[in-house]
């Protein structure tokens, strides 16, 4: 009962009037709710980010890749089996890869080439499903190409292009004339950085044009669970010893991954300020609240109300402005987040400009994915914050005099 009463005096406190007070008060709440549903929205996009890579990067590559020291696997097909028998791997191919150069008429371009069989390809990536024009067909002589390099160099299917491998280049001996290849497929994965810059053909086709006579450069497997990974590469490394390099998708992108994470937990770290300048407003309200009401609070000393019950009507009124303005944040933030890419486009159409270049972020939409986990760290963030905000003003109330409180005009 005697809790209760300090939640009623704070609420009766709180009850807006047509006075400054009240503006601040608001302007203190804005501020709150601004600065959780910027929170809000930019970790969720953080984490969409982080999430659609991961599922971009283990749709196009295998879960582990396997090289060996010296270049070339010269006989994969015991590794083959090997690998098949190990728990947790569902596929592997064998891969041929190298930078090429690609001319379609005046057009060049330099993607990553991958020979690879297209039977056991199929157990290792996503690719054969992605196909939105022709077929997964690498026989001899064709290429299947990604959506985006196919705008870029003017190539439909049934079109030829040049393959020129860096040997055409730096060989001595012979001159090596560029294969000619014909567009059998256009995939279609969703990431800038595969359908720009990578093209498929056969490993007979790869071997031709990279001047290798047997063998492949690495094998790619699939696990049934990506985070089973690692330890699927620790067993692996340890059986097939230290000529081989075993490396799972996580130790081959682990820089960028780190990256955002990094990245997520600055943003957090400095928009967390947006709520910290707002509870100073919150402070400065209450401060304000203690010298309107000094008669009052003199009177409630004098009936003998104690030091904490003081205290803690102003604790309860940065917490109550902290509880409104965190709900008002996270509707807020929601709301911007479930139109999010209407509103790019809206902003991109008006101003013409592209606010979210597929070169650089690999995305043609704005990924989001908001976790309870977030919400929570943001939300009990901001009402500690805002409850502290009472503290200051509260200490004050505290240490004010029955008598000469009483005495305040």
Known sequence: MKQSFSIFLAFKYLKPKRSFLSVVTLLSLLGVTLGVAVLIVVLSVMTGFDETWREKILSF????????????????????????????VTGAAPNLEGLVFIQAGDNVHTPMLRGVDPELERTVSKVPNCIVKGEFSVGY???????????????????????????????QDEL?????????????????????????????TARSIFNVEQGVHNIQIMTAEPMDAPRIAHELQKS?????????????????FTALQTEKNMMFFLLIFITIVAAFGITNTLITLTVQKTHEIGL?????????????????????????????????????????????????????VDLLPKELYQLSQIPAHTTTGDVVTVCVTVLVICTLAGFVPAWRAARLEPVEALRNE
């Open 176 to 204: 090596r004339l560029p294969e000619e290849l014909t567009v059998s497929g256009i995939f279609d994965v969703g990431m800038w950085e595969f359908d720009a810059n990578v093209v498929l053909t056969s490993l007979s």
């Open 61 to 88: 590559n295998a879960h582990v890749k396997v090289t060996e020291y010296g270049g070339v696997i010269q006989q994969p097909e015991p590794l083959l089996k090997a690998v098949k028998k190990v728990d947790g």
């Open 240 to 256: 097939l010893g230290p000529y081989f390099d075993v490396r799972s998708w996580i130790d081959l992108n682990r820089q960028m």
């Open 300 to 352: 409630l000393k004098a009936l003998g109300f104690a030091n904490r019950r003081i205290v803690a009507i102003f604790l309860w009124i940065g917490a109550v402005q902290g509880v409104i303005g965190t709900g008002l944040g996270l509707g807020l933030g929601l709301l911007a987040l479930k139109y999010r890419n209407e509103l790019l486009n809206f902003i991109s159409a008006q101003f013409r």
């Open 141 to 171: 002589g064709e290429i299947v190409i990604g959506r985006d390099l196919a705008l870029r160099l003017g190539l439909d299917l049934g079109d030829s292009l040049l393959v020129y491998s860096p040997q055409n280049f730096v060989s």
